[in-house]
């Protein structure tokens, strides 16, 4: 199921980070123009694309994942070059049909013969569609294996990078933009398909119909083909300045691209606060500055590109007229024969699309190794701390839970959380409260094992939390979290989300423990009631009981809330709020507090700052302390007080 755009948070425990906005793409775009990657004079034709650092390595590991399709590879490489060749000895044997019938029509016009033996010139004829047939057949089948073949790979590369998220520590998609991690398994992954599908048989046949269109002309006429290769360096001269000069320009366009389409991005996702801040003036402002520098670099890539073509046609053109009156020349002094014309210059025609091709050859792979490279640098990234060879069973779980000297740093340079040491006891209802930075997040996130901590213990029921399996660890905690997340499917699905073996009459009861239950059974088709960024009309608040209903129905051990009330009307805080101490009713909880109205009842409030618990006690006790809590209590309610007054 796709997630929607509810920012909902997950109440089995399996916490996900921040969205963070996705980076358009600027991977090479192929030409749609003269078929695929090779297309003869596509825009993007001879343009560099971004180079590997490791070509070699990249390309090893690529062919690796074509080792269980060697004997279908191997078959591809022989269909591809047979069917090449059949292709290559069309124009020759063609070529003796137009001599028959030359020599038909001049022994009429001579009268020294019988005429025009169309039956010669039919068999000719059906021998050449014969081998046309039998190449085109070669190469659908050919083409068919290649297909198969490499969306195989792609679904494997998918396949491992999806597993490999989930291996990965939170740590590294905290620092990597999301939208980078989805290029990598689309874009990436596509242009490596693209290449194995498309470009591999192209490879082939290209230096297949190279040597073989070659050699034929040279059986023809030593003196026309060298005629005809020295129109090449002239087309390579042409091809390179052109080449020069327009891919910085493409080179713009698409990082141009990219910001447009992250622009946009932003805006479509912050429509609402765009209109907010009357900002939609500000946005088409920028919008159109960023589109007049894409429109600018695109007319001029799309330009140089365009006059490739038409000066190719024009130096190919000098050649025909070349081989035409050289041709004549021999034929005049019966060094060839008129169908032997005919055929260079079909030779000459076809010998024009494979140096195209084996010219865009280097891009290619280096377009494809560098796609590669980003893939299999994505799987090699440093996994998660293997699970012990041993794990803990704690088949009863009682809920005491201790922090014994926890030092941690997301920089290991940098501790944010010095020497935190204290006990909870089963049942506790403990209170983390502190100002913005103090570290409260960060002791659930080391709590639930998200992170390791960098010395110290965090101890479950006197265990080592690092001696059990993260999952048998996160089985243990409900997570009820301020930002709510909810996917797109119905409410029934959202509700049995950690517990998907639940019965309906098990939701029911959990839904009514949470005060869900009324408002569900009022919304269209209820339970089934489908939600997403349409349809999804229920407020913030009852999405918040839904996911407290949630975490009712994994029955966990021990929890671990994040206050939302702050958002919601007095009457569905009231519903939460008495929701949740029904949730907390003889369960280890730890609550991350930003309202400290909601914690006079905690049997501990742990004061942090900078990582160190400044205070710890009662609601009372602190106040008296007048310390630390006593100045974050007052500071919420003195301008309260002084109004009231």
């Known amino acids: ?43 993007m034709a001879m343009m560099k694309g971004d180079k590997p650092r490791d070509f070699k390595g990249t390309m090893k590991k690529l062919i690796a994942y074509l080792g269980p399709h060697k004997l279908a590879t191997m078959i591809v490489i022989i269909l591809s070059m047979v ?22 029509v001049m022994q009429q016009i001579t009268g020294s013969g019988s005429g025009i033996d169309f039956t010669a010139i039919g068999r ?41 998220i989930n291996r990965m520590p939170l740590k590294y998609f905290d620092g990597t933009n999301h939208g980078e991690v989805l290029s990598r398994i689309t874009n990436d992954v596509d242009t ?21 269109i070659l050699i034929m002309m040279f059986t023809i006429s030593w003196q026309m083909t060298l005629i005809s290769l020295l129109v090449i360096p002239l087309s390579l001269v042409i091809v390179q300045f052109i080449v020069k000069r327009s891919q910085g320009y493409f080179r713009q366009q698409q990082d141009y691209l990219g ?23 500000r946005s088409i402002d920028t919008f159109g500055g960023l589109n007049t520098k894409l429109y600018d670099t695109a007319w001029k890539s799309q330009f140089l590109s365009g006059i490739m073509m038409p000066m190719m046609n024009f130096v190919g053109n000098l050649g025909y007229v070349a081989v035409v009156v050289a041709g004549g020349y021999l034929a005049i002094r019966n060094l060839i024969t008129i169908g032997d014309i005919q055929a260079f210059i079909q030779y000459v025609r076809s010998f024009t699309q494979p140096i195209t091709q084996l010219a865009n050859i280097s891009n290619v792979l280096q377009q494809t190794a560098a796609a590669a490279e980003r893939v299999f640098e994505f799987l090699n990234e440093a996994e998660e701390v293997p699970e012990v060879e041993k794990p803990v069973d704690l ?57 390791d901590v960098n010395s110290g213990t965090i101890l479950v029921d006197s265990h080592d939390i690092r001696n059990l399996r993260r999952e048998d660890l996160r089985c243990m905690f409900g997570m009820v979290l301020q930002d709510t997340w909810l996917f797109n499917g119905t409410i029934m ?43 999804s009309n229920i407020s913030a608040g009852q999405k918040q009981l839904l996911t407290i209903a949630r975490a009712f129905l ?46 006079r009842d905690a049997d501990l409030i742990l004061v942090i700052n900078e990582g160190d618990i400044m205070e710890q006690g009662k609601h009372e006790e602190l106040l008296k302390k007048n310390g630390f809590y006593a100045e974050l209590y007052n500071s919420q309610f003195a301008p309260m007080v002084k109004s009231e007054v």
């Not at 190469?139 to 195989?152: E, P, R």
């Not at 194995?196 to 040597?211: A, D, E, G």
């Open 83 to 104: 069917s090449t060749v059949f292709s290559i000895f069309g124009p020759k044997i063609l070529g003796q049909a137009t001599t028959k019938l030359f020599e038909g």
């Open 554 to 599: 994994i029955n966990p051990a021990m929890l671990i809330l994040d206050e939302a009330t702050s958002s919601v009307d007095t009457h569905t805080e009231l519903l939460i709020q008495k929701a949740m101490r029904n949730l907390m009713q003889d369960r280890t909880s730890f609550i991350i507090a930003h309202r400290l109205s909601t914690i």
């Open 192 to 212: 490596v398909n693209q290449t194995l599908s498309q470009s591999l048989s192209q490879i082939i046949s290209s230096i297949t119909m190279v040597v073989g």
């Open 124 to 164: 000719i004829l059906l021998t050449v569609l014969g081998l046309y047939i039998l190449s085109a057949v070669l190469s659908y089948i050919q083409g068919w294996i290649m297909v198969a073949v490499s969306v195989d790979i792609t679904y494997n590369l998918r396949r491992n990078i999806a597993e490999k």
């Open 395 to 451: 088949s009863a779980i009682e809920g005491h839970v201790e922090f014994r000297n926890v030092k941690f740093g997301y920089d290991p340079e940098k501790i944010i959380i010095n020497n935190f040491s204290t006990s909870v006891k089963p049942g506790m209802r403990v209170a983390i409260v502190g100002p913005t930075g103090a570290g409260k997040t960060t002791l659930v996130k080391l709590l639930m094992r998200f992170y």
């Open 493 to 535: 699905e959202n509700i049995r989300y950690g517990n998907e073996s639940a019965s309906d009459e098990e939701v029911f009861a959990a839904t009514k423990a949470a005060h869900a239950d009324y408002f569900i059974r009022a919304l269209p088709n209820g339970y089934n009631m489908v939600l997403n960024e349409e349809t």
């Open 1 to 43: 199921m796709s997630t929607s755009n509810n920012k909902n948070q997950t109440s089995n425990g399996n916490g996900n980070t921040d969205p963070k906005k996705p980076q358009a793409s600027q991977s090479t775009r192929q030409s749609s123009h003269g078929g695929g990657p090779f297309g003869r004079g596509g825009p």
């Open 259 to 281: 910001n447009v389409n992250g622009h946009i991005e932003e805006m479509f996702s912050g429509h609402v606060e765009v209109k907010a801040f009357n900002a939609e003036k």
